[in-house]
């Protein structure tokens, strides 16, 4: 007779074998459109305007804050004043954005590059030597608003950060700490190479001058208000013979904004009034007018649905599930997770009672009611899910917006997908993961 399992244990069980055949031929239909969705939109802009053409023709109330920030908005048969559901996912990721005065002729190499300055945590040296396209926006000099996208079209030109040789990186990089060895004045991005002709001091940067000028009507000083942004130009993919993984840039936190826009487009007569709010800056800690530190935006959505409810006591009888990624437990590197509490790829959706670092330092901790109560969801709607905590202590650690949102008083819990190879330009998600999250934000948004 084999081993059996003790019916009082806890061990966590994979996605895969939990789900039925149909679920999981649902899983992998769902991945399909997840996919589309990442090779079009990779700037917090591009999300908004997804959003919102999608909210609009799932007849949803769409709100948009400087088009940067977005709620999606779902009356719920309860009055206001009893509180509400609230799911929110950050819509920016990390890139290499444009300096101000970006252009500049390398006159040693013949190049003419943009200078950059790298937006959220990275590893430098990740971003070099692959193909990059430019997404954003320019604002001209006589006002008009130019939307910028090249590098994605195989038609395209792209763009790249070189590197340096290993015939040649011995001391210049070889020798010193990886965080080190590529510095962050370093990454800027080649963008041409030909001069013009003529009598110019700087013939190549003058000749890419001219090609901005004669394709889309920009002079230099118009990078100054434009905000541009560096990032990735491969596309999502399958990851896996089994083709039960996806390979794409940006899954933190795309892959909770879009699970969480598929569960509030499809939900009609909520009990509670549901809310999904998309927000922009988390990589660099929620600071700015369009980031989720910005409790005003929320206060201002609550008076539009009635103007004369205490907003302070709406938000003390709210509840929130802040949308956000978990690293997965990563191969020839497991011994920095404390792994009886990690999430790893293939399990489901992550709850993650806690955040922070270093003794839970700038952290939400969930009250044990709270996750008693998202657990208690979860396992009657048989939504495959695992704990999440990002690294051992003293070794990890990491924040979300949920800290905000607890400050004004909700119930906040972090339940998101895992993710493999955080923060770098190609992520990986499991499929499994990614339905399981859209199952679990609707059904909280469903909760009586």
Avoid at 74 to 82: A, F, L, R
Avoid at 120 to 142: D, Q, R
Avoid at 293 to 312: E, G, H, M, S
Wanted: charged residues 25%; hydrophobic residues 40%; contains cysteine.
């Amino acid at each position: 007779m084999g081993e059996k399992e003790s019916k009082l244990g806890y061990k966590k069980k994979l996605a895969w074998e939990l789900f039925s055949k149909e679920q999981i031929k649902k899983a992998l239909s769902f991945a399909e459109d997840y996919k589309k969705f990442l090779n079009s939109v990779k700037t917090e802009r591009e999300a908004v305007q997804y959003i919102a053409t999608t909210a609009r023709k799932a007849h949803k109330k769409i709100i948009i804050n400087k088009e940067k920030a977005a709620a999606v908005l779902v009356p719920g048969t309860k009055p206001i004043s009893q509180g509400m559901h609230i799911v929110i996912a950050h819509i920016d990721s990390p890139r290499l954005d444009l300096k101000q005065i970006p252009l500049y002729e390398d006159t040693d190499s013949h190049l003419a590059l943009f200078e950059t300055h790298y937006y959220g945590g990275i590893k430098k040296f990740h971003w070099v030597v692959i193909p990059l396209a430019l997404h954003g926006v320019i604002i001209k000099k006589n006002g008009e608003k130019l939307s910028f996208a090249v590098g994605e079209k195989v038609s395209d030109p792209i763009f790249s950060v070189p590197d340096l040789l290993p015939h040649l990186s011995q001391e210049t990089q070889d020798s010193k700490k990886m965080s080190e060895a590529i510095k962050g004045e370093s990454l800027d991005i080649i963008v041409g190479s030909q001069p013009a002709t003529g009598d110019f001091k700087e013939k190549i940067k003058t000749a890419i001058l001219d090609t901005l000028h004669k394709e889309y009507g920009l002079i230099e000083e118009d990078f100054i208000s434009a905000e541009l942004e560096a990032v990735p130009a491969f596309p999502a993919r399958d990851l896996g013979f089994d083709r039960s993984l996806v390979a794409g840039y940006g899954q933190d936190d795309r892959v909770s904004s879009y699970t969480t826009l598929k569960a509030i487009c499809e939900i009609t007569k909520p009990a509670y009034t549901s809310l999904a709010l998309f927000v922009d800056k988390e990589e660099i800690g929620s600071e700015g007018n369009t980031a989720a530190q910005v409790a005003t935006f929320l206060r201002t959505l609550i008076k539009t649905l009635d103007p004369k409810v205490d907003v302070d006591a709406v938000m003390l009888k709210s509840q929130v599930i802040s949308a956000d990624v978990n690293s997965a437990v990563t191969p020839n590197y497991t011994d920095v997770f404390e792994l009886k509490n990690a999430s790893s790829l293939g399990s489901g959706i992550a709850m993650s009672k806690f955040t922070g670092h270093g003794g839970k330092y700038a952290a939400n901790d969930a009250s044990a009611e709270y996750v008693a109560e998202i657990r208690q969801m979860l396992n009657q709607a048989k939504i495959p899910w695992q704990t999440g905590e990002l690294g051992k202590v003293d070794t990890g650690g990491g924040g979300t917006v949920a800290k905000y949102f607890s400050r004004l008083g909700m119930e906040v819990i972090d339940l998101g997908a895992p993710v493999l190879s955080m923060h770098s330009p190609y992520e990986v998600t499991s499929k499994v993961d990614i339905y399981s999250s859209y199952l679990a934000y609707k059904t909280f948004f469903e909760k009586k």
